[in-house]
């Protein structure tokens, strides 16, 4: 039976019941991305318009008749914040306004530590001698600027380049350390910080924390006991990560109890899965693969996103890989039927002999995204083109293979980057026409974990989504969870990814299940093999039905391994080392 659909932002939990599908994909991927969120402010504004007319109305006045509910369109989203003066009035008139100090939340503070995580938004923290940056994405750097005071900053060496391009942080401040390398951090009484590959974007990292409670510096009623004592703790702080059994198997986690994981619960439920990542950017290069040697066939009539509609509402049959039936029982697929031998899905491809005529586009909107585009750009043999912006950023991320594939010349490339708005059918014929025929036709790649039609097995109520106490018999079974899930995923290949409403022969457009967060079966699998006490979450924890519904979550996870480590069992079994 299928459940209530979940009309909200993962990350910020706004209502987007109101949003169109487009909308609300805007504003989920700029939250996920951490860029400027317009819906919001859009939304913001048309609450505070409708108390104001509120206010001014006359009480002996019968009110109106209810009017329809209009919904937020993308383009009234992307226009909201497209007049540049406008946009620097605003600005300037936040900045000339002093600001009062905000107390940063708990867990932003290591517990008894010295040590602040992607905690900038709140000027200098006292008895703060060390702040973490887990990754260049703006709402983990938010506030930092080119008057940045507070105290060193710690993070990757990549993150400490693009960052430094997007702040003009003085370099003075920043701390860049290697990877996979135990940092003993001044000022810090002796902790030790090593950090690792986040799997989320170019320069993330998760890092773990090892050291003594020294400090309480949390703005929290708790006090821990330890301070002052010389028992040492081991933190592990994730940042933004998607979850793979590489994580649990690195030396610094391996053979480690954690007191704390520091959590991202972007995805924490059963609602959001999704295949992973290295099946999802195999399937994107075979797709495009497949439509420039003729073997696709557009389907003008799917709905939006409709592969990932499918996904989250548990199209169990459909993503098993059998095709769908129509009106007169008659098989479906978005595949020409073959004229000859069946051909492997891995079979050398000869890039010469496909046309040079076909444009692709991919969206993003800030980092990530890279790994798709360069897949696709090996495949065709091709150049890749962003405009100067995007560029410079591109290159701060040290990739060699990626800056070998950039060129200036859009001309020169057959996979263009561009915005994740301009990826869509109304917009590519207009980006298309700009090249002078150089191109016959376009197919849109759109990158994105999330889609809010779906109801999946969650749902908005928290007894949908969540699960009760670790000891209610009626909550879902985690084992039986996590096998629908993997064996859900069993195959994801270029045949579940469906073409959007409108497509045609001469522009298409496919949205990609391709998330840079863990899943809500990657999150526990991770948790079921890594041996931790606590867990606390950094996403999604500002009500008190939330906190208490991942609590649920965490307490089932901590059950299920302390039985699963009497059978001996110690980890999830991978089914690669990239992806379980």
Not at 560 to 580: D, L, M, P
């Given at each position: ?36 969120d ?30 329809k ?23 300037a ?77 003085k ?57 002052g ?32 994981i ?9 609602t ?64 020409k ?47 890749v ?46 980006y ?36 009760g ?12 969870l ?36 863990s ?17 606390i ?22 059950l ?21």
């Open positions: 039976m299928d459940l209530p659909v979940c009309p909200f932002c993962p990350v910020c939990n706004l209502d987007l019941s109101n949003h169109d599908q487009p909308a609300a994909n805007h504003h989920v991927n700029r939250c996920l991305d951490g860029g400027y317009a819906v919001a402010v859009a939304d913001k504004q048309l609450e505070n318009n409708q108390v104001q007319d509120k206010r001014l109305s006359p009480s002996p006045t019968p009110p109106p008749p209810p009017a509910k209009k919904k937020i369109s993308a383009f009234n989203v992307l226009m909201s914040s497209n007049n540049p003066e406008e946009k620097a009035d605003a600005e008139d936040a900045q000339s306004q002093p600001r009062q100090p905000r107390q940063p939340p708990f867990y932003k503070i290591l517990q008894g530590m010295p040590i602040a995580v992607d905690a900038f938004a709140y000027s200098s923290i006292p008895n703060i001698t060390a702040y973490f940056l887990t990754h260049a994405h703006s709402d983990h750097y938010q506030s930092l600027s080119k008057n940045w005071s507070g105290g060193p900053i710690y993070c990757s060496e990549i993150t400490a380049e693009l960052v430094h391009h997007i702040t003009s942080v370099r003075e401040y920043l701390r860049p350390l290697s990877l996979n390398t135990a940092h003993t951090i001044p000022g810090t009484n002796g902790v030790t910080a090593t950090l690792i590959d986040a799997n989320h974007c170019p320069g993330s990292c998760i890092i773990v924390f090892e050291g003594r409670q020294t400090v309480d510096a949390a703005p929290s009623t708790f006090t821990s006991p330890w301070i004592s010389s028992r040492s703790f081991k933190y592990l702080h994730c940042g933004d990560f998607r979850a793979s059994p590489r994580h649990i198997r690195h030396p610094a986690i391996a053979r480690s109890k954690f007191d704390i520091y959590l991202d619960t972007t995805y924490l439920n059963p959001y899965s999704f295949p992973p990542q290295p099946l999802v950017i195999d399937a994107c290069r075979d797709l495009v693969l497949a439509n420039l040697r003729g073997e696709m066939r557009v389907n003008s009539l799917m709905q939006p996103n409709s592969s990932m509609l499918d996904m989250i509402k548990g199209g169990w049959k459909k993503l098993s890989g059998a095709p769908e039936q129509d009106e007169h029982g008659e098989y479906v697929t978005d595949e039927p073959s004229s000859g031998e069946n051909k492997s899905e891995n079979e050398n491809i000869h890039p010469h002999t496909l046309p040079n005529d076909v444009l692709v586009v991919v969206g993003t909107y800030s980092i990530g995204k890279e790994r798709i585009v360069k897949a696709i750009a090996h495949a065709l043999n091709s150049k083109y962003a405009d100067k912006r995007r560029q410079a950023l591109l290159r701060n991320e040290r990739d060699s293979d990626l800056d070998a594939l950039l060129t200036s010349d859009p001309y020169a490339a057959q996979v263009h980057i561009q915005g994740l708005g301009g990826v869509t059918i109304a917009a590519l014929p207009d298309i026409s700009r090249f002078n025929g150089r191109f016959s036709r376009v197919i849109g790649i759109k990158p994105t974990g999330w889609t809010y039609s779906g109801g999946g097995r969650g749902g908005k109520s928290e007894s949908s989504s969540g699960i106490s670790a000891s209610d018999s009626k909550s879902p079974s985690i084992d039986l996590l096998k629908q899930d993997l064996s859900r995923w069993d195959t994801y290949t270029h045949k579940h990814i469906h073409s959007t409403r409108g497509s045609n022969d001469y522009v298409s457009c496919y949205g990609v299940p391709y998330s840079e967060h899943s809500f079966t990657e999150l526990t699998c991770f948790a079921l093999s890594i041996d931790h006490t606590r867990i979450a950094t996403v999604n924890n500002a009500k008190p039905a939330s906190r208490l519904r991942m609590k649920n979550w965490f307490d089932a996870w901590l299920e391994r302390r039985k699963r480590c009497e059978r001996g069992e110690y980890s999830v079994e991978a089914r690669s080392e990239n992806f379980w």
